[in-house]
């Protein structure tokens, strides 16, 4: 059963066969759902349900999401927004973003994509301030103003990248990141390279990491992306 | 340029046409003096003749004798010889007879009347043997008549080159005006051929065929840009409508199980097919772009450095020899994500087609009013048959049909190229793959 203290994502979306896929995925974070078809529906329910994340569609009926954000923004909204639209081209996103959505996914999209993608923005609007010098796990430490990362009291030393990379693990420990989320965040680039690019990097990474800890930190998540786990099965900073 | 010289062309055709109509003409009307000139002078030989022969009809030679010694006495001009039996001067002013004229028997006619000459003047005469042995001749001078016919020849020359320098002032001006209509019209169609598809001729349509060619053009132009709209609208449309049933696809996969396999494999196939139609979307869409604006300073070195960044370790795992040589600071107009996907493009390309041990080497750097952003590999190359071909969508070796790819990446680096108004050249090079793209440079004052 729902529970009104859960957050709320809110759907607007015109296809019911997407909207109810994009639901199913939300529930299954545990959260509430609420549908909207139209742009005028889901302003009003915007207004009306305080939605902690948005997921909003572009071609709608009354016209494009992206154009409705100032509007939803300017009607008091805190809610993370999520653009999810079948116009994907590295441009389109790239515009979506600079228009003011907090993440952009295009159709079709992998439904553990959109977990990942789904559960970042949930956890960005809970997070609390963290020590803005070192994020710490256990043993793992990373410093940010000396950019380093210290496993007990073994110093592992990486590249500026691979401290970005880090850092981005670190603020999303436990949870699934998508090669594609990586790609946009660590390295701004919004396109889908025909290689996996990424992985070398990451494996880089996975393999100080473990040489220093003796232990795997960076799982590979089943289908589509990576798991920081810097203590086994628990998670905190 | 061949512009001024189809300028050229036309004033130097229109001076040889003048020149040479009016040199016709005066050569006719010199042909009309000169022929009237010698008909006068036969009048006067012929009424020579009529006179001495009537004196001769009355008196015979006694006569003629009397006759020339009372004309060169009297100071006439020309020439008057009259030979006795023996060949002896019976009367005349000259001391011998003289070559060239030939002696008949016709009378006191002007007829077989020649041209000779005695002491470097030309006369026109005629030479008769009269019975019983004498001969005559009687002769005017052609001096006077080759006078007015050199001024005339020389009047000729003088209008001729006239006529000449005219004919190229006159063919030179007319060529500027014609020229300068269609240069307008060619400036047009490079601000057009560049990417301004809404640039127009100012001011208003002439009546006449210029005017009539420009608003051909106008209209063609305003097809062109309607042309152009429609695509846009299209390549969203079918953006939206390709993608929706792709994503319940996509959907209706997660419900499958226990096939995790073939699960896998469709959706790898839907993402490759996504990937093609961006890429098309993407080649159209920048092609369409191109020269249209909507671009910002971009910092070229340090964005090449980044994309570098992400592909050397991968090139490194294949066993590849990278190296990147980058100029700092040279900066761009661009679009930061357009340029990160054509470089990206290459290196995935390089990377797919290289084997252990090739070394891939990108540079950056400013050369001949350009920043040259150049990638070059010792891998397998390119085939040479494919190489006319190798911008175009689709284009694939035969060799490479194991490898992923849909041809289209090359295709969008050259349309990335052209939004960018940069070169795209492939040199050749002994061993493996070289592709360099020149970019418009931004000067630094202009990075805001």
Redesign the interface.
Known sequence: MPDPADPLILIIEDDAETAAAVAAIARGLGTRVALAATLAEGLAAARAGDPAVIVLDRMLPGGDGIAALAALRAGGSTALVLVLSALGRAANRVEGLERGADDYLAKPFEPDELRARLRALLRRGQMQVLDNDLIAFGDVEIRLKARTVHVGTRHVPVSPREFALVVHFARHAGQVVTRMQLLETVWNLHFDPQTNVVDVHVGRLRRKLEQAAGRPLILTARGEGYVFFPVPAVEGA | MSLPRATLRLAALVAAAVAVLSLAGMALQYRLVADRLHAGQVALLAADMEGLGALYDQRRIIALRQAIDYRLAAGGPGLLLLLGKQGQVLAGNLAEWPGGVPRTAAGFTPEGAAVFTVDGARHLGVARDLPGGFALLVAHPLAAADATLAALRRGIAGIALAMLAAGAAVGWLAARRIMARIRAINALADRVAAGDLDARLPGPRAGDEFGLLETHVHAMLDRIGNLNRATHRLS?TI??E???P??????KL?RIAGQETVVDDL?AE??AT??IF?SL??IS?AEADAGAGGLVPVDLSALAA??W???E??AE?RGLTPAAEIAPDLWILG????I??AL??LL?NA??FCRPGDALRLTLRAEGGRQVLALADTGPGMPADLRATALDRFTRAGRDRAV??HGL?LALVRAIAVRHGARLELPPVAQGFAVEIGWPPLPPEARG
Do not use: C
């Open positions: 969203d953006a939206h390709l993608r929706t792709l994503n319940r696809m996509l959907q997660t959706r839907m993402r996504i990937r961006d979307l993407d869409r980044e994309v960044d992400l592909y370790p991968l795992d679009d930061r994500t357009l990160a996907q990206a493009n995935d990377v797919k992923a790819g990446g």
